[in-house]
Structures are given as structure tokens and as C-alpha cells.
């Protein structure tokens, strides 16, 4: 059986959206993956001015697409400052990072309240993210919440 023009044109044509559908696919999916998130360790510190350089601290270690948190900052509001409560104990959370390459951990602290620490990845090396700890009223600080923001680069 021998090809014409004109079959060989109606066959093409058939497979046309096909063809269309797997190249906007794939484009997509590269075009939301971007370049991908080195892993090891990346340490950085919070913008609070409050709160002395080495308790600043942040350091998380990102492997197979997983972000643990090694080194806890301490938070001030007031005169008061936070304890650890993601690496208490000397436990550590974790969490995948999501599609968007972002990552949220998070710990209750008193019924609906929750302490938050939530990064984003900005390149394949470096974090940026905020911190929120709530605090409970005492004598020297009042009951609320203090936001920090804090980046992280690869070693």
C-alpha cells in the first residue's frame, strides 16, 4: 500500500495534538522545576538586631529533597527570648520540600498558636524565609508574637 500526499498529511494531522500536548507538558515542567537545590548544609542568620550574632544562628542540611533544621535561632520580643523548640532535646525537625521549592515547619505553642519557621529556596544555593515564636505573658516581656526574617547559603 502506497502512501499519498494526502493520507500521509491526515495521519500527521491526527498526531498533531498529541505532539502539542507532550511539548507544552514537558516545557512546564521544566519552566516550574528551575535549577535544582544543591544539598549539604546551609547556615544564615535572622535581621534581629536585638538578639546578639551567635544566637542569631540558623542552619539547616537539605538531602534527597528534604530540609532538617540543625541550629535554632533565638527570638527576642521585649526582654524576653525563645527556646528552642524545633531542636529541643536535641531532636530535629524536617520536612519535603514542596513544589514550589518552599518548606514549612511548624510547633503548636498554647491551642491554636503556632511557631513557624518557613523558607523558600530564591536559588539553588540560598534560603530566605521568617521565623514567628509566640511568648506567653510574664513580668517582663507581654503575651504575643515576634516575626523574623533570616537567609541561608549553601557551605
Known sequence: M??????????????APL????LVTQWTVIAGAGTPVKTGAYN?????AAVTDTFRAI????????VTITT????????????P??????????????RDRAF???HTFLGNKIDKIHGKFVSSDEIDGYAIYHFGAQDLCSGGKSKVNFSAKHK
Open 72 to 83: 535554632e535561632p533565638s527570638v527576642a520580643r521585649g526582654d524576653c527570648i525563645s527556646t
Open 104 to 106: 514549612t515547619l511548624t
Open 19 to 22: 505532539a502539542l500536548l507532550l
Open 44 to 48: 544564615g542568620k535572622t535581621t534581629q
Open 85 to 98: 523548640v524545633f531542636t529541643l532535646g536535641g531532636t530535629t525537625s524536617s520536612k519535603k520540600l514542596g
Open 2 to 15: 502506497t502512501l499519498t500526499r494526502s493520507k500521509t498529511f491526515r495521519r500527521a494531522a491526527a498526531l
Open 59 to 66: 542552619a539547616f542540611t537539605v538531602k534527597k529533597g528534604k
